[in-house]
């Protein structure tokens, strides 16, 4: 069982959210893509700076600093819908028959909707200073290292590292005033 969330005025948070049953469905821009998207409504929706992220396999990592009158839930709940409709589309479009069943079964298993793409709830941590930002962002940016996925984290495309390292903000703007 995981521990309570803390909505503390100012704090930036750590945020991990996992595939239902791991299953790896990032590994491709169309299925990465609708993240992206989503994450660049929301921040202005929502009113939140997305200082970091990577998008793994199965699961993400983001970096958030919410500024406005939404609540950590409200941003999570809408970012996972509407990006679970997204994606069940796109694998329809695909005839991913494997993956819309694995969504089918995931909805029926917890009897909550006729697909399920993401596992209830999420993980979070309040990032209380610069310090423990700057460990957790460089968590973020190891974690396709750690898994074997490359070789050094400027080769991982779908991370906050290269905005951060390399300048490059052609698949999300980062905000990086926060230092």
């Not at 929706?45 to 970096?63: A, E, N, Q, W």
């Not at 298993?109 to 930002?133: G, H």
Request: with cysteine; proline share 7%.
């Amino acid at each position: 069982m995981r521990p309570p969330h803390f909505d503390i005025e100012g704090h930036v948070y750590c945020i991990t959210t996992v595939v239902y049953n791991r299953l790896p469905i990032f590994t491709r821009p169309p299925f990465v893509i609708p993240l992206i998207d989503s994450l660049n409504f929301y921040r202005y929706k929502r009113t939140f700076k997305l200082m970091g992220y990577v998008i793994m396999p199965d699961h993400i990592h983001l970096l958030i600093w919410p500024f406005g009158q939404s609540p950590m839930n409200d941003i999570m709940r809408d970012f996972k819908k509407f990006t679970a409709v997204r994606i069940i589309r796109q694998a329809d479009v695909e005839a991913r028959a494997d993956w819309l069943t694995a969504f089918a079964t995931a909805g029926a298993e917890t009897n909550r909707s006729d697909n399920k793409v993401w596992q209830d709830s999420y993980w979070d941590s309040n990032v209380y200073s610069d310090r423990y930002l700057r460990q957790k962002l460089n968590y973020i940016h190891r974690n396709p290292l750690r898994a074997s996925l490359v070789e050094q984290p400027e080769d991982y495309p779908y991370s906050s590292y290269r905005n951060y390292m390399m300048g490059d903000d052609s698949l999300i703007e980062i905000d990086r005033n926060w230092a």
